[in-house]
């Protein structure tokens, strides 16, 4: 089994979930949002994807949540992930 996870803050860590995975013998991949690295292409090898948590906040209002939300479907946004059609 192949598990991949999205990292999107500097101080977080899969933690547990890496232990679980390694303990079964299980493969891990990363993508570590926060270091502008690639989110996978496709899902394609991807048993299980475990995304870690990020900037959310209880104080977050409508208007900076669409701010962001544009911000994140800007191609050059690391934080998008459009799947290739087949």
């Known amino acids: 089994m192949h598990v991949h996870f999205v990292?999107?803050?500097?101080f977080e860590a899969p933690g547990?979930?890496?232990t679980?995975?390694?303990e079964r013998?299980?493969?891990?991949?990363?993508?570590?949002?926060?270091?502008y690295e690639p989110?996978?292409?496709t899902a394609d090898g991807i048993d299980l994807l475990i995304?870690?948590?990020g900037p959310q906040s209880p104080a977050t209002t409508r208007r900076s949540a669409r701010?962001?939300?544009?911000?994140?479907?800007e191609p050059s946004s690391p934080s998008v992930w459009r799947p290739t059609r087949q």
């Open 67 to 73: 701010i962001l939300m544009r911000r994140q479907n």
């Open 25 to 35: 013998g299980f493969t891990a991949g990363y993508s570590r949002v926060y270091a």
């Open 7 to 10: 990292v999107h803050e500097s």
């Open 51 to 53: 995304v870690m948590g």
């Open 20 to 22: 679980w995975v390694r």
């Open 39 to 41: 989110l996978p292409q």
């Open 16 to 18: 547990a979930f890496e």
